[in-house]
């Protein structure tokens, strides 16, 4: 499939769709970088195995240029004397056929003929310069989207990029698109967004960050509709889980149906003027779209929060400075009380869990062992998410995790990072927090 950029009804250029990346050349060679910073000192007896922890660094390219400090991610400037000595660089050229890059038509041979796409070459996909531009956020959804607001929560003046799916906001990320991606990874209402963590596993993208938002939910509908008219409430899935209560209470009679977001659903029922239809979406949806608040504030509960965090191409350098929260993804083979070893080396270091999450391990879902007598046992096996409060900057972090590595067949870092501190209060009733 291709991508092709798309106007939304609404004139919104959205990237869309999938890209089939065919390298040119060969698979590049990729080693492990090596953070060279005293700060991220790895105990001995785990430096030899330091690739095995499929780790934060980033993936380089033997040919690869040595960074410029245009390169460094926005997130570590001011970072101090750490650096990265290596970069993330696709030497492959990409065979993409992505109309999203305007093509400057006053240089067509002949303008009156229209030009097939021009593929865009390694050179196209220039990074935005960090200093003093925008840079270009991706996000799965249309404007009016809460991952729009946070998006701008997480990089204020920021160009947010919709997307229509969630892997795309993370291809446009790794085809230098956009610099950074905004995804949702679990709601304090509605729980894991399980499409993003097993995204995280799939691709290469490295968690630089986190916000915390806190969501509230109208019920939109086109003027002059009326609650009791109503046979269908549309929206994301989480924004239907969030609201199921409220909903029952206002509009029991009308159906449910779950979309990809919820200002998509919004957009979607002004622009088909469906009288018949509400949207669980923002009171910004409203606005753009010019449908009417019908409810405000109607998630079960006030304190409704959704935690987004940030991807990048690059890891952040970890520090001490601050509030750091770790997240990795683990395997382990078949033993007993894995999980238990695996959490008291936590434990035993003092270090708090935030987020367990628990996924199909989808290169070996299940493990089959015959007992003559007893008959198959058939494991289920699964991928460990966990978050933890410590910055891999700490020995105590590095030790949990040379001890964590000792009973994993697989274990990679997606991210130290800094924990979103930003003091918020749940919006009184009412009062649209976006
Ligand atoms: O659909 C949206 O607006 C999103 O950004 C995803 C989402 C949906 C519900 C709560 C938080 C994020």
Redesign the pocket.
Known sequence: MHALSRSTPTGNLRLSSFVRMRRSSGPSRAVWCVYRSESVHFPNGIGTSRADWQSSCAVLNASSKPPSHQDQPAEVHGGGADHVDAVNVHQAAIDLNLNLVPIDSSKSSSPAVPQPPKPLTITDLSPAPMHGSQLRVA???VP???????AGKAYPNCEAIPCDQFEVAFQAVELWIADRAVL?VE?SL?GS?HRNYDLLLRHRLHIVGEVQ?P?H?CLLALPGTRMEYLSRVT?????LS?CEHTLTKLCPQAAREAV??????AEYIAVNNLRDTAA???AK?AELYGLQVLADGIQDDSS?V?R?VMLAREPIIPRTDRPFKTSIVFAHERGTSVLFKVLSAFAFRNISLTKIESRPHRNRPIRLVDDAYEGTAKHFEYMFYVDFEASLAEVRAQNALAEVQEFTSFLRVLGSYPMDMTPWSPPPRGEPEI
């Open positions: 996000y799965q959804g009016g989207a809460y991952s729009e607001a946070a949702p709601n509605g967004i938002l969501v939910h929206s994301h899935p989480q924004a969030q990809d977001d919820t200002a998509g659903a669980i979406a923002s949806a409704n959704t987004f």
